[in-house]
């Protein structure tokens, strides 16, 4: 067995010191502690800072979202829970076990569970990559400067393998367990018990889509078309596209003519920010992406498929199909054009996460939601916010997940 605890110290533990660090929480920290706003504070303006971290846009989005502003805005929000006779007390100890692909989704949901109360044990894949060890860095540094210590007895970070007995004995001692992954690791993760009063949150696999109005992106200048193509970069293309919140289909809905007169010219406009963005697709994805071409054609009713250039591929579809599950990422796209969008409801699924929208009105959106009855799709956001991190995720509100109510009559 080998565990390493990256967060608040750097050093190897063995299972005595596991169990010590378990059963060693007293739960001293209230909703909203001032130790955490502190935390909170001083890592945000260390990630701002650092030379390292000023080289990584996601930890840019990391910081700017925990900035002591929207904290507040998220205090007053929680407190707006309270009620006469309502006590808003954290659950205990969180489990996380966050997915690798995605490094800063940790500290999103670890700062939402000190934000609560809450104790937290974390733990790293032994892929995390460049990102995670930079924020790991960075806590060390600001728990190390805290005057209290109780965010730092609170927080604790470990990397490890999949190690089975490791994670069981984490997780009999935990009152919440928070799961991200694909659908497999999700029902691995699930066997391992839990007591029977502990909360398990669930993040598995996700389908995500972009829908455009074609007449609205046609009546867009050049340059309006390249700042709409530069927003969509930023949806797709971070962490290879396969991201939960990551579009993979393209809905065009108007007229047909006008859905392939706009596809071609925001295609052109994607290639153009995708060349001066210097996104490139490494061997093991492009050849990936060749089969993935190959068999999707025998799938699916394709209509089309072409290459724009290694890191822009298009397979056009007849109609909508279901074209979930494994994926090669890398800059491919199915797109399909429909008249309207409500069109899209009967094919909406349970996994189905974010619809990112370009040229839709409020009343078309609410409309849409009322038509889909809870069948799926947890997000709306307009094109450019679709890997923007919020309390609310995947239908849950975390907060209020991680948070106990007790009643006081």
């Known amino acids: 067995m080998k565990v390493q605890q990256v967060v608040p110290t750097e050093r190897e533990l063995d299972l005595a010191d596991l169990d010590a660090i378990l059963e060693s929480g007293d739960r001293a920290l209230r909703p909203f502690d001032d130790a ?45 829970r309270s009620e006469p006779g309502i006590r808003t007390m954290p ?16 500290v999103y949901v670890w700062l939402l569970a000190l934000l609560a109360g809450n104790r937290s044990v974390v733990r790293l894949s032994q892929r995390a990559q460049q990102q995670s060890m930079v924020i790991c860095r960075l806590l060390n540094q600001v728990l190390k400067d805290q005057p209290d210590d109780r965010v730092a007895d609170a927080t604790v970070v470990l990397k490890y393998g999949h190690d089975e007995e490791i994670t069981k004995r984490i997780s009999l001692q935990t009152d919440v367990r928070v799961v991200w992954g694909g659908d497999e690791s999700v029902c691995t993760i699930r066997e391992i018990p839990l007591p029977p009063h502990a909360l398990e949150l669930t993040f598995p696999d996700r389908f995500s889509m972009a829908a455009f109005d074609a007449r609205a992106v046609l009546a867009l200048d050049d340059s309006e078309r390249l700042y709409l193509a530069d927003q969509f970069f930023n ?69 089309e498929c072409f290459e724009l250039a290694n890191e822009l591929a298009v397979i056009g579809l007849h109609e909508m199909s279901d074209v979930r599950g494994r994926f090669c990422g890398g800059g491919l796209f199915f797109q399909v054009y429909i008249e309207r969008l409500g069109q899209i409801v009967p094919h909406i699924r349970r996994s189905d996460q974010t619809l990112t929208y370009f040229g839709f009105d409020r009343t078309e ?38 948070s106990r109510y007790v009643v006081v009559e």
Not at 92 to 102: E, I, M, T
Request: aromatic share 8%.
């Open 36 to 80: 955490a706003l502190a935390v909170c504070r001083d890592l945000s303006r260390a990630l701002m800072n650092d030379p390292e971290a000023s080289n990584h846009p996601d930890l840019q989005a990391l910081a700017y979202w925990m900035r002591p502003s929207e904290i507040e805005r998220l205090r007053e929000r929680h407190s707006c």
């Open 91 to 106: 659950r205990g100890l969180v489990f996380h076990l966050p997915p690798a692909n995605v490094d800063t989704l940790f």
């Open 235 to 303: 949806d797709a293309y971070g962490f290879d596209q396969m991201a939960c919140g990551s579009p993979r289909l393209l809905v065009w809905c108007g007229p047909q003519a006008a859905c392939a007169g706009a596809g071609r010219k925001w295609l052109a406009a994607l290639l153009e920010v995708v060349t001066r963005r210097e996104y490139r697709v490494d061997v093991g994805v492009a050849l990936d992406k060749k089969a993935y071409l190959d068999r999707a054609v025998l799938d699916h009713p394709v209509s």
């Open 365 to 402: 959106l609410e409309g849409l939601v009322e038509d889909l009855s809870g069948r799926g799709v947890d997000r709306i956001v307009p094109i450019g916010r679709a890997l923007s991190f919020g309390t609310y995720w995947d239908g849950f509100d975390l907060l209020a997940s991680l």
